[in-house]
């Protein structure tokens, strides 16, 4: 497992309430791990935030050609960062029962500011700094970079790679490599699971070894 990048920045005080962030390529086992912590966590599925993003293009008429346009991925953020806000509202009040909450999402806003930052390689848009600052992105970032916050950034494996008719197939490395920069420019720290951490029990366990309040 790679060493994690390593940052220190100021917490918002959110007394009590942790998050969980599983990110990365398509095809990379997000939803598997995220539904395995939940279980193992005895997470409420109010505090699991799923699905997203194919939300949005269902109802919002994306489909998978449109992955690269702002239109789509401001739509995510959006959405994104509204269930953030909702589920960390409800979280912060079971805090105040239990002394403890978590959170856990399977994928976050970064992940649309990395496909729009792949899609400015080939086209000089500016649409990577136009979701950074746009105010939803903004609201959510302090909460992101928090120690309380945990990003698990998940590597492709060659073998893992199917087409799920939503996300491109096409170069998950290069992907994995652009949430890499992305997370570090935004000064998030993470973890990194990929060939060596396979094993859905070992990713459990690296994922609670990182999140170490768990």
Not at 79 to 99: F, H, I, M, P, Y
Not at 109 to 132: M, N, P, R
Not at 137 to 152: C, D, H, K, N
Request: with cysteine; glycine share 6%; proline share 4%.
């Amino acid at each position: 497992m790679s060493e994690p990048f390593v940052h220190k920045v100021g917490e918002p005080r959110i007394s009590g309430l942790r998050a969980i962030y599983i990110v990365g390529p398509s095809s990379t086992g997000k939803t598997t791990l995220c539904n395995a912590l939940a279980t193992c966590l005895g997470l409420p599925p109010s505090m699991h935030i799923t699905e997203v993003a194919r939300t949005v293009m269902k109802e919002q008429g994306f489909t998978r050609a449109d992955v690269h346009s702002l239109d789509m991925q401001h739509a995510i953020v959006k959405a994104q960062v509204s269930k953030d806000r909702e589920t960390r509202r409800k979280a912060a009040a079971e805090a105040t029962v239990l002394g403890q909450a978590v959170i856990l999402s399977d994928r976050s806003a970064v992940d649309a500011v990395v496909y729009a930052a792949l899609s400015e390689l080939k086209a000089k848009s500016g649409s990577t700094q136009a979701l950074i600052s746009s105010a939803d992105f903004q609201e959510v970032l302090p909460f992101y970079r928090s120690p309380r916050s945990t990003f698990v950034l998940l590597r492709p494996i060659k073998e893992w790679m199917i087409d799920d008719g939503v996300r491109s197939l096409e170069d998950g490395e290069h992907c994995h490599d652009m949430f890499v920069r992305i997370l570090k420019e935004l000064n998030i720290s993470y973890i990194e699971l990929g060939e060596d951490c396979r094993w859905l029990e070992e990713r459990i366990a690296a994922v609670r070894r990182g999140a170490s309040y768990m």
